[in-house]
């Protein structure tokens, strides 16, 4: 879709990526278990906060892919938050060759900072793999709709996966 789409001119379009988004929010949540203070409401608020204002979209995918990226601004920002509230502590590794089996809202305040960092470069470095990450683990989008939302194959998915939790893991044990 080459169009861009106007949020605040289209009620509908705004409902149905509103629900894209609480979508994706909630599979992150559920798949964190119980995870410490999320709620999905609340991350979507905020999301949305950052987002609504834009009316640039390209495309659903286009929007998707902005929301991950958002979606893990968020979760961090909470993270300091709550880290300037209370310092201390070790700061444990993150499983990032699990990643698959382990959510954002699992990792302490620490190690989702670290995160967050070690994304930035990876941003700098590689700004589509870094898209990549945000879709598959801070969204927790599947391999087929990382791959739909951006325009890639499931196959690019899943070697760029692989190399992103390579760098991932190798950045933060440097660290």
């Not at 009316?55 to 958002?70: G, L, M, N, P, V």
């Not at 968020?74 to 070790?90: H, N, S």
């Not at 620490?110 to 990450?133: C, H």
Request: with cysteine; glycine share 6%.
């Amino acid at each position: 879709m080459t169009a861009n789409l106007k949020i605040e001119g289209s009620d509908t379009l705004v409902g149905a990526l509103y629900q894209d988004l609480r979508k994706a929010a909630h599979r992150e949540l559920r798949r964190a278990g119980s995870p410490q203070t999320w709620q999905t409401t609340a991350i979507i608020n905020e999301t949305w906060l950052k987002l609504h204002t834009r009316d640039d979209w390209e495309s659903r995918e286009h929007f998707i892919r902005t929301a991950s990226t958002a979606m893990r601004h968020v979760m961090i920002d909470a993270a300091r938050a709550r880290l300037a509230l209370r310092r201390g502590g070790g700061v444990p590794s993150l499983p990032i060759e699990a990643a698959d089996d382990v959510a954002a809202g699992d990792l302490d305040d620490d190690t989702l900072i670290r995160l967050g960092e070690t994304l930035g470069e990876l941003a700098e470095l590689d700004p589509d793999l870094a898209r990549l990450v945000d879709c598959r683990y801070f969204a927790g989008l599947t391999e087929a709709e990382t791959a739909r939302v951006l325009d890639i194959s499931d196959r690019t998915v899943r070697r760029r996966w692989v190399q992103a939790r390579a760098w991932i893991h190798r950045s933060m044990l440097e660290q």
